[in-house]
């Protein structure tokens, strides 16, 4: 008796052993990059930064020293890869170029919020040279996480910094944290949409209850609708499953909807637009992505360009040319018309002249 | 280096709390409550509101407990007096939470950066020096977590204590004593979701925000920490229970930081968490088979 619960235990004790070699085992290749990182630390970064001071302007080429930074992205979205893919442009547009002098680790939490703390607090372990926080609560995830160190943050795709508390009223941070925010060009996009529907009276938008970026998207579409001659309905939702019956609805008691950078709505869009289509409602995007997937115009942002603005920010930062506690977090500058020629047509409406001619992309075919 | 290590004691010990509510549910009572993925966000969201309101970040502590503390009495009374099954009571609760917890913060992300908490507040400043001020946090969650279990373990072994873990076990006897078993069962699920909410609670002041997903997967993690723990420390006769749940919720924090540090794509950790919980539950299980062929022989 004695004996076989000594051995079960060995076995329990055996199989968890397994575990934990199998884990490391994984990890040893990451290991060595993490103890490369350990030894650049800081001391590394900082000679860099005072090296590129003294060099002076040698931007051409890539910039001396090696960086090693952090990619903490929330979830994985089209918009949000857009803007990594950017931010890493932006980076490189700087002369700091992944693989060349630069080491990215990247991350995604998939929307599980502590898997998104762990992230950062592996970035903080590892002691890299900035983080870069993709969405609202990475960015504060990466804020409680850095507290303490003197390691940057730069977040982007951060909807309304001032209320997620990344930076007071004024725009100042309120740490060593600083960033871009894609907060929507409402105004520019209700001024499009009279454009193009003159009649129009009820504009609809979808949009989840869990995600407070939307909630101040709706509020300022809600502000702002009277002065264009809208009103706005709204349509909440709390998972995709209710997408399907809430667009019926919605697209009963509407001449057209609006899409905001709510990201269950996003990812369930093609839903939406086949209803929309079916009934001839146009349907507006809030960014490119979405008037190559079928909406009929935005006027709206460009994440990759949003990225690339932010990875300009992260590069200053990295050279040592600001502080991150210096710097206001930025908006986009200026929004862009994206058209649809195809969904333009199919709909039976002419998109005006005065609008394609300043577009910044015309769109023909709609992807699948 | 050194922060990774931190990190995995600030995360295990706050989930530690919630854990030694599911060791409750789970382990005594027999009771796979799933209301803990609605009661964790609950505290964060009592919490952040009333931090947000100006409150004292100690008062949000019994706040945080007392509104678990309900919400497991809403799981208890579906469960024990409509006879609704015991995973379905959990289902509801943690759905129709989802809803209360936005109205009680207002928004599904309330950051409370900029105000107090029992983490960053002129005391501690001033308590820890900026040498170890790194190590404030742990040491101020390790005080709070042992305090819970000391609660805890004091409360089991009072006579209402007794009670509630002859109710998982043999319940026959708590209906012997002329006590009413279903009471005993809603307290469990009283007590274990004011841990739950508590456990919530820090760790919205530990992180500085609330956002209504954070619940996602609580009760995995909840079951996880007390199977590695129970199942490790079962024949190590000094160790109790609740401190056995404490550190396997540090192990199990642990697992994860060695798999999102090895390079391993945290979207596959689910999957890594459900292999190893199906693997400790199997090898346990082949052990009380053997018991019975023992037994037998």
Do not use: W
Request: proline fraction near 3%; glycine fraction near 8%; hydrophobic fraction near 45%.
């Amino acid at each position: 008796m004695k004996k076989n619960e000594l051995m079960k235990r060995a076995a329990l004790f055996t199989a968890m052993a397994m575990l934990t070699a199998g884990l490391t085992a994984c990890g040893s290749g990451a290991e060595s990059t993490e103890s490369v990182s350990d030894t650049a630390d800081t001391t590394v970064a900082e000679a860099a930064a005072e090296e590129t001071e003294t060099s002076g302007a040698s931007e051409e080429s890539t910039v001396s020293g090696d960086f090693t930074i952090g990619i903490g992205q929330f979830a994985e979205h089209g918009s949000l890869d857009n803007c990594r893919e950017g931010f890493l442009q932006g980076l490189s547009e700087e002369g700091i170029v992944e693989g060349e002098n630069l080491e990215v680790t990247y991350n995604n939490a998939n929307a599980d919020g502590s898997i998104a703390s762990q992230i950062n607090q592996s970035y903080v372990g590892s002691g890299v040279d900035l983080i870069c926080a993709i969405a609202t609560p990475m960015a504060q995830s990466a804020y409680a996480a850095t507290k303490n160190t003197d390691i940057p943050v730069i977040y982007t795709a951060v909807t309304d910094p001032v209320a997620a508390e990344l930076a007071d009223a004024e725009g100042t941070p309120v740490g060593n944290i600083t960033g871009t925010s894609d907060k929507l060009p409402v105004e520019e996009q209700l001024k499009m949409v009279r454009e193009i529907l003159p009649e129009a009276k009820k504009l609809g938008i979808m949009y989840t209850t869990s995600e407070v970026n939307s909630e101040s998207s709706v509020a300022e579409y809600k502000e702002l609708a009277s002065d264009y001659g809208f009103e706005i309905v709204e349509s909440g939702i709390s998972t995709s499953a209710d997408i399907p019956l809430a667009a019926d609805t919605l697209l009963n008691d509407v001449d057209c909807v609006t899409m905001i950078t709510d990201n269950t709505v996003v990812a369930s869009l093609p839903v939406i637009l086949s209803k929309a289509a079916a009934k001839n409602i146009p349907v507006f995007g809030s960014e490119i992505e979405q008037v190559k997937k079928g909406c009929l115009a935005a006027m709206g942002l460009d994440y990759v360009e949003l990225g690339k603005q932010t990875g300009h920010m992260a590069a200053k930062v990295l050279k040592g040319e600001a502080e991150a506690s210096d710097m206001s977090f930025e908006l986009i500058a200026g929004a862009s018309f994206y058209g649809n020629t195809k969904v333009a047509a199919d709909l039976g409406i002419e998109l005006p002249a005065s609008l394609t001619d300043s577009a910044a992309e015309m769109f023909d075919t709609v992807e699948e | 280096m050194n922060t990774i290590i931190l990190g995995i004691f600030e995360e295990g010990l706050i989930y530690a709390i919630m854990s030694l509510g599911v060791y409750i549910t789970y382990k005594i009572l027999d009771f796979p409550d799933l209301s803990v993925d609605g009661t964790y966000p609950l505290g964060a969201a009592v919490t952040a509101a009333l931090i947000a309101a100006g409150a004292n970040p100690l008062v949000a502590f019994p706040m945080a407990f007392i509104a678990g503390v309900l919400a497991g009495t809403v799981t208890g009374v579906i469960h024990v007096k409509l006879k609704v099954r015991d995973l379905l009571s959990g289902i509801i609760v943690s759905l129709g939470l989802y809803s209360v917890n936005l109205r009680v913060a207002g928004t599904a992300n309330v950051s409370i950066f900029s105000k107090d908490s029992i983490f960053n507040n002129p005391i501690v400043n001033a308590v820890f020096p900026e040498g170890i001020k790194s190590l404030a946090t742990v040491i101020i969650l390790f005080v709070i977590v042992i305090v819970c279990k000391v609660l805890l373990d004091l409360y089991l072994n009072t006579r209402s204590g007794y009670l509630l873990r002859a109710a998982g076990s043999n319940d026959r006897l708590v209906t012997a004593l002329a006590k009413d078993k279903g009471t005993v069962k809603i307290l469990g699920l009283a007590i274990a979701n004011g841990f739950a909410a508590l456990a919530g609670g820090i760790m919205c002041q530990k992180q500085g925000f609330f956002d209504v997903n954070m619940g996602t997967g609580t009760v995995v993690i909840g079951l996880a920490n007390v199977i590695i723990g129970t199942r490790i420390f079962k024949n190590v006769s000094f160790v109790k229970a609740t401190t056995a749940v404490i550190i396997g919720s540090i192990i199990y924090k642990a697992c994860v930081a060695i798999a999102i540090n090895c390079g391993l794509n945290p979207g596959d950790l689910k999957l890594i968490t459900a292999v190893l919980f199906l693997g400790i539950l199997v090898i346990s299980n082949m052990k009380k088979e053997r018991h019975k062929k023992n037994a037998q022989a």
